[in-house]
């Protein structure tokens, strides 16, 4: 299952910190040998200021020799830079927590300024230091505390282009220490800075960026998607928002555009969702019930691309019918979540979705259904095939569609004729989207060429 980690694809997108809990991940499903992990997390952790766990690294790998003079040189100069940062940041600190300052601040930033400015003489270079102090917290990996720096210089800084700096970096923190609900504001905070002007500094990593402000932009929102995974697939309700955000056409492009292999985990979070869409009735929009056919859509266009275990099981089943191979996909895929990073708290739950999609498609065009067969095309013994299939009638819509025979050990299904103005609704479902996407591949006529191709697909 090793060709199917993405964990190579995923690193050149996320910040250097965010890569150590994935490298962790690694070592723990054992998909490659530990010494080539620890080498890795080894040279990611030189590049940091946690010299201590630099030096616990090299020892693991290298325990016969003796830890390299430069770590020591190394620890030294963190220790002092971080005494004289914080020196240099502790003057606008000590005024921004006093209470009548905080009463005192108000929306405008150029008035607070002002303010501080007359009343306590704080300078921008002061300002400054909150922004340098913390970002050098987070490389020393003090996450808790570079999230409260970065958060204060955020609030009085009135350069965009390090407030931005800022944003990432604050994102970066709330995933790196589990707050998520924090995390998810931050995340759409971000995302609407990021929608609304092309930034010139997408992370603290990332170097120069690109000249043009719309492949900025599409860079920028690349690295929004992967980040977006931590917070997704962490919170409460990350899937159902995954799936509003990944489907809207701006994400939707910058998918097909510049990282395909986000597909898996739109794959993902529509199984994940469907069985919940499916009993929940109103309480999810019309865009998660219905994310399962854009989603086949968008595999079939972009198999030529990318495509996994996940992806075909959703193309088999929904594109050629073949539940046979279907079935074969799904025991890949099961592996595939059960090692992902991002995915393998979900594998029961994945598994148990993706069987119920099985059941959906195959009863849909069948009237009678042996149990047996529908156990093995399951992956799952009779004895727990019966017992799953009665608790799926139960728990779902079927139930007055779907009678079972215990003694022919048959499930019979008796549908209805659908009335005419449903089979319209039918048809049109999902009319808006296509025509927000071609309006958006018009808007773009006379803008960058490369990216209008992906966006008409897309509306197709």
């Known amino acids: 299952m090793a060709e199917y980690d993405l964990t190579q694809t995923i690193i050149p997108y996320c910040d250097r910190h965010l890569v150590f809990p994935l490298l962790a991940h690694l070592a723990e499903s054992e998909l490659f040998p530990v010494g080539q992990v620890q080498a890795a997390q080894y040279e990611l952790a030189k590049g940091t200021n946690m010299v201590d766990y ?70 921008l270079e002061q300002i400054n230091a909150l922004y340098n102090f913390g970002q050098f917290q987070y490389t020393y990996g003090n996450y808790s505390g570079a999230a409260d720096y970065l958060y204060h210089f955020r609030v009085l800084s009135t ?6 700096s800022a944003h990432w970096g604050k994102l970066a923190c709330d995933i790196l220490t589990g707050k998520w609900d924090i995390a998810l504001e931050e995340l759409n905070t971000l995302r609407e800075v990021v929608d609304s002007r092309s930034p010139s500094h997408p992370a603290f990593s990332t170097g120069t960026s690109p000249a043009d402000p719309a492949l900025t932009q599409l860079h920028s929102r690349t690295w929004l998607l992967h980040w977006s995974l931590f917070v997704y697939y962490n919170h409460r309700e990350g899937r159902t928002l995954l ?90 895929a099961e592996h595939v979540v059960g090692n992902d990073f991002f995915l393998s708290e979900f594998k029961d739950d994945f598994l148990d979705n993706a069987r119920y999609l099985i059941s959906e498609a195959y009863c849909r065009i069948h009237q009678r259904i042996d149990i047996a067969d529908l156990s093995e095309r399951l992956n799952l013994s009779r004895d727990e095939g019966e017992k799953w299939v009665v608790n799926l009638i139960r728990e ?26 449903q089979t319209v609704i039918e048809k049109t479902r999902g009319l808006a989207f296509r025509t927000q996407a071609l309006g958006a591949a018009m808007a773009r006529t006379q803008g960058v060429h490369s990216e209008q191709p992906a966006v008409v697909e897309a509306a197709r």
């Open 243 to 332: 799936l509003e955000t990944f489907l809207s056409p701006a994400y939707l492009n910058t998918i097909q555009t510049s990282c395909p292999w986000v597909l898996r985990y739109l794959a993902a979070a529509a199984v994940l969702s469907r069985k919940a869409s499916s009993t929940s009735g109103s309480s999810v929009s019309s865009r998660v019930r219905h994310s399962i056919r854009e989603v086949v859509k968008i595999i079939q266009m972009e198999e030529y691309q990318y495509q996994d275990p996940i992806t075909s099981f959703l193309r088999e089943l929904y594109v050629e019918f073949d539940f046979e191979a279907a079935q074969r996909e799904l025991s890949k």
């Open 396 to 421: 779902t819509r079927m139930g007055s569609d779907a009678k079972i025979d215990l003694g022919k050990n048959v499930i019979e299904i008796n549908r209805p004729p659908q009335p005419i103005y």
């Open 54 to 123: 630099a030096v616990s690294l090299f020892e693991q790998l290298h325990p016969d020799e003796e830890v390299p003079p430069e770590f020591v040189g190394k620890r030294e100069s963190a220790l002092s830079t971080n005494e004289r940062l914080q020196q240099e940041a502790q003057d606008v600190l000590n005024v921004i927590e006093n209470p009548e300052v905080a009463q005192a601040l108000r929306q405008d930033k150029n008035q607070n300024l002002q303010y501080l400015k007359e009343h306590y003489n704080v300078t």
């Open 159 to 164: 350069d965009p282009d390090l407030t931005l």
